[in-house]
């Protein structure tokens, strides 16, 4: 993963969820030198953006990510073989957009799905 896609996967999201300029947002993410570096920095000080990092060695601060991650290997890609990059691209966009936030329901989020989640957390600021 480069500086670069991630600084491009963040403005997507940023752009695509189109936060109320008063929203607090946080990103959070380990250690590694393409959440750390300053294109990173700068484009949350633009977007308004509280950086969050993980501590060294502690697997409980990315616990929802990778079970997020598991879920998705499980669920889509080992269940899968992709011919080419823009195959595996749409089937993995397809899992999330489509099944992931939209339908499946989340233990942890009192069995809601994700949007479901954010809309109820929205409505409530």
């Known amino acids: 993963m480069t500086n670069d896609l991630v600084v ?3 403005k997507n999201a940023y752009y695509n969820q ?3 300029k008063n929203e607090q947002l946080i990103f959070h993410s380990d250690l590694g ?3 750390t570096s300053n294109d990173l920095k700068e484009l949350c000080k633009d977007f308004n953006i509280t950086q969050s990092f993980s501590k060294k060695v502690c697997p ?5 990510i990778e079970s997020f991650h ?6 889509e890609i080992y269940r899968n073989t992709y011919r080419t990059f823009e ?3 749409l089937a993995i966009f397809k899992y999330i957009e ?3 936030n939209r339908k499946r329901l989340h233990s942890a989020l009192n069995y809601m ?3 479901q989640c954010e809309l109820l957390a929205r409505s409530a600021a």
């Open 70 to 75: 598991s879920s998705l290997k499980k669920e």
């Open 87 to 89: 195959e595996a691209n």
């Open 8 to 10: 491009k996967a963040s």
């Open 18 to 20: 189109a936060p109320d």
């Open 60 to 64: 409980y601060d990315n616990a929802y």
């Open 113 to 115: 799905t994700p949007n």
């Open 33 to 35: 030198s393409q959440y």
């Open 98 to 100: 489509g099944w992931y």
